[in-house]
């Protein structure tokens, strides 16, 4: 199905359009384009900036697999509220903040947000398309990924423009955006936990064994969910990486909000269409487009010119968002609805772990030459596109009868 009938499904759907609302209301990341400037005015260095992205995973990694062991127990509902509230206080607590230390608490609450709602979130939405989930769940999350986007381009420049006049202020109202999308996943319908299959319900630890299980011997799973998290870890590093080789490349701060919503508003304009993308160049090929984005953007970003470092910030943007919808939709499928929470939440940790060990070193490289980071970074994302060719022709089972698209 088009990407149409995915936005009508959205906006029409009572257990949406509470996250449809959220998620416009959470993309309005004013501070985003001077994230760096900010914290660096408030007394931080780069290397700072980075550990505060550790400390961020580490929050991730201690909550991630109990929370999606209890959202597969209860009622997600009270899972996905709880993360939007964990994340309203982060970002007061980011706009408030004066010393490493009050940052760090800042991102230890994010962090546990994100734990509520990675895997939580996803098989909510899932759970909720009921049976015409695979075929339009790509649609789904093109679109509110799409929502997030296009709240992130207004986000972008208005941030910018706010800056021009003081650094707290995007900070101080994305808070208080972030408290409204609290308010809005308030009103999610209720989702009951899907019992598994058998006489006695599974206990945690069978839950968690299983789950685990099914991971690790999948490999498209493991791919999609693990490589996609530790992906995310060397994509999402641009945004702090750009700032110095924006400042090195003489590209005025006034125009940095406006190049990053332009950049989000081409990703959101790529992912409203992300359906029809799947349905001419299948799954696999998608996904690796995807990466390719990302490889030629930081291969750009090399070149010392204020066109090349923008065009590569660009595509690094495009490809950080387009693999959304395609792994969220190829992981979901072969995951059973009773622990697709557990699974996608056990999968995230394990990318969490390798972002952990990866953000350190990302640091220490923006520090002595950002230029040389992001070259190195362009040839890990180009192995990790590689890699994904074997395992999507053996393994990935999507129709043949889509343009591209392999049998298994």
Known sequence: MGAPTAASRVWKDRSLLPIALATVAAGFSFYVPVSALFLTSRGLSLEDIFLLESILLASILVAEVPSGLVADRVDRRWVILTGFVFNAVAEILFAAGHSLGAFALSFVFSGLGIAMLTGVQDAYIYDSLGETADDISVGVWGHLSSLELGAGVVGSVAGGLMAAHSLWLPATVSAVFALGAAVAVAFLPGQQPTKANGPEPENTWASLRGGTGLLLTNP??????????????????????????????????????????????????????????????????????????????????????????????????????ARGPITRAVANKVIPAHRRATVLNVASTLGSLVGIAVNPLIGWGAGASPGGTVAALALVLALMALLWLPIAHRYLDEDTSAPGATES
Do not use: C, E, K
Request: proline share 4%; net charge positive.
């Open 220 to 321: 498209v799973l493991l791919y999609t969910a693990v490589a996609s998290s530790a992906a995310f870890v060397i994509f999402n590093a641009v945004f702090t990486l750009n700032q110095p080789l924006f400042q090195a490349a003489q590209v005025p701060v006034a125009t940095w909000g406006i190049i990053g919503g332009s950049a989000q508003l081409l990703a959101a304009l790529y992912n409203h269409y992300a359906s029809s993308v799947v349905d001419r160049l299948g799954r696999r090929n998608s996904l690796l487009l995807a990466m390719g984005y990302g490889v030629a953007g930081f291969g750009l970003m090399v070149v010392p010119h204020p066109a090349a470092v923008i065009a590569g910030f660009v595509l690094v943007v495009l490809g950080m968002h």
